[in-house]
């Protein structure tokens, strides 16, 4: 996931906005970060952090697991994950290890993702616990937990 940052320099002109528009945005934001005692870089992790979160599906030793493996969101915030090695990855949710009503169905991500940086994302709309796992990894303990407050 890019930062607030590299995606105003690289991502946000393919998406249609001006240069000069997204320059100024920069700026603007950089001066907002320093009149708070803030770097554009602190910014752009309070802006992640205010609703989104990654997991990575592989660590960066090839190890096979989800890193963090347990995350806390609010309610409405989204977690994706992140293909990073070790894959195949999917991500998949057991209808007895989630909040009562929420569909597993609806929130897994069955197919596998083969390639680096491939990702899925899910939101998070009901507080509780989720359990998630790697199927293809799961006898090799690729499992972990959203806890949505």
């Not at 930062?3 to 001006?18: D, P």
Request: a negative charge.
């Amino acid at each position: 996931m890019a930062t607030l940052a590299s995606g105003l320099r690289e991502g946000a002109c393919a998406r249609g906005a001006a240069p000069v528009a997204m320059a100024a945005m920069r700026d603007t934001l950089a001066a907002a970060g320093k009149a708070a005692g803030m770097s554009l870089a602190t910014l752009a992790l309070v802006a992640q952090a205010a609703g989104a979160v990654t997991i990575k599906m592989g660590g960066d030793t090839g190890a096979l697991v989800f890193e963090p493996a347990n995350v806390t969101i609010k309610a409405g915030d989204s977690v994706t994950w992140k293909n990073n090695a070790g894959f195949p990855h999917n991500v998949v949710f057991d209808e007895d290890e989630i909040p009562s009503g929420v569909s597993a169905d609806a929130i897994s991500h069955e197919d596998y993702l083969n390639a680096p940086g491939e990702e899925v994302t899910t939101k998070f709309t009901k507080p509780g616990k989720y359990a998630f796992h790697c199927e293809p990894h799961e006898g090799a303990g690729m499992n972990g937990t959203v806890t949505v407050e």
